[in-house]
């Protein structure tokens, strides 16, 4: 469902909501039906805090400024999907991972 002007947007506004969390969205990327995006985020931040307001933010602002676009793209109603996030220790970072293949057998935290 993504354009080109909404993937540009959509970058805008992660960038928005990581300066409100001083955090640092490193890189950004997408394509007409997902983004990846890579942040810095300093350890007072909860990450699922910090992933909602990514997710939640974009979600209203899109909706509002691409409506017409976008309402004959979602299902169910949800723009985003589900996602869990797990540690990435050889980078010092989190990636994320599809809830559809978590399993709480692999880590009993999530």
């Keep these: 469902m993504f354009t080109d002007e909404m993937l540009i947007r959509c970058e805008e506004l992660m960038r928005e909501v990581c300066a409100d969390f001083e955090a ?5 990327n997408g394509e007409h039906d997902h983004v990846h995006l890579l942040a ?5 931040v909860a990450l699922p ?3 909602n307001s ?9 909706r509002k400024e691409y ?7 979602l299902w169910g109603g949800h723009f985003w999907s589900d996602s869990s996030f797990t540690p990435d220790r050889s ?3 989190r990636s994320p ?5 978590s399993s709480s057998r692999n ?4």
């Design 24 to 28: 640092e969205l490193r890189e950004f």
């Design 40 to 44: 810095r985020y300093p350890p007072k």
């Design 49 to 51: 805090k910090f992933v």
């Design 54 to 62: 990514l997710k939640g933010v974009s979600a209203r602002m899109l």
């Design 67 to 73: 409506s017409a676009h976008i309402r004959n793209y």
């Design 91 to 93: 980078a010092g970072r």
């Design 97 to 101: 991972r599809s809830s559809s293949t």
């Design 107 to 110: 880590n009993p935290h999530e």
